[in-house]
């Protein structure tokens, strides 16, 4: 197939590179090259390309920063994906978009359904939600694929974020009433390369199995590098961050196993693979 890939540039979308190569032709763009928030280029750029499908792995990604910079945050992910989703109905191909469980307000107390109550508590999360719901009002072929807590060689994230800090604090304090999923790039990116191969459109929970709270996951991390260092766990709101995070946002993969598709490998086999290979 042909595809377009956005945000090639970033975490995710390095590993959808490696994933895709093989078998397809791909059509890599960056903020540089396609910014999304550009209508007019963004529809032009399809119909000129008409590719087989679009696969958005761009966004305003910093959580923290969408609370300060609301306009950017909405601009790209919800009308930057709103342009995709308009260019996309032009030549007739499907969208896949990744979206968050920052969609969901965290009160839940079991994995949570695709069709689960949705209630974004912070900018990131409410323009995330724009975005998904630009898609289904303009397309019926789209794969909306929210995710969670994402890892991976090419970009920052938590377990490089403890690592680094590793180095030269013996106690860091890591906060315990957030619960998750952390998910490797990887994974999510070969799971998203089996989704295209069919016509499963809606809305799918990807991530790797199991969960855990941000503080079990420093110390699982410590303990496969092999760092002596004390965690001490502290409530979000000791730990003020500008943005709320969901204190649960553990996503049921309910309608991928639904599909037939083996479910991800626990998030703590991933992250040892990762952590052996930064360490
Ligand atoms: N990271 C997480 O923990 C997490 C969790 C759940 C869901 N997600 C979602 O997963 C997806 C991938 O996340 P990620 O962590 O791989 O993100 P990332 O590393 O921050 O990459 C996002 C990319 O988006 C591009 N971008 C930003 N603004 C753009 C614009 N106006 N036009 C075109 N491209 C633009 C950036 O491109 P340049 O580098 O070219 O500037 C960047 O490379 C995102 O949709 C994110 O919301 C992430």
Redesign the pocket.
Known sequence: MKILV?????????DLIDVLKDNHELIL??????????KDKVIEFIRENNPDIVI????????DGCEENQD?AY???GY?VENLALGCREVDCPLV??????VFDGTARDPIREDGKIGPISV?GKS?LKGEEAIQKILDKFFIV???????I?????PKTMLELAKNHSEITVVYDEVGTP?Y?PD?AYAISQLIDTDYYGIYHITNSGHCSWCEFARYIFEVAGSDVNVIPVTASEFARPAPRPHYSVLENKRWIDNGFEPLRHYKDAAKEYIELIK
């Not at 929210?146 to 991976?152: D, E, V």
């Open positions: 956005t945000g090639s540039n970033g975490m995710l979308g390095h763009t960056t903020s540089k090259t396609l910014d999304i928030t550009d958005n792995s761009a966004a305003y990604t910093d959580v950017i601009a790209v992910n930057g978009h990744v979206s968050t469980d920052y990131y995330k929210r995710t969670a807590w994402l890892y991976g090419n970009g920052g994230n938590f998910t790039t999510l």
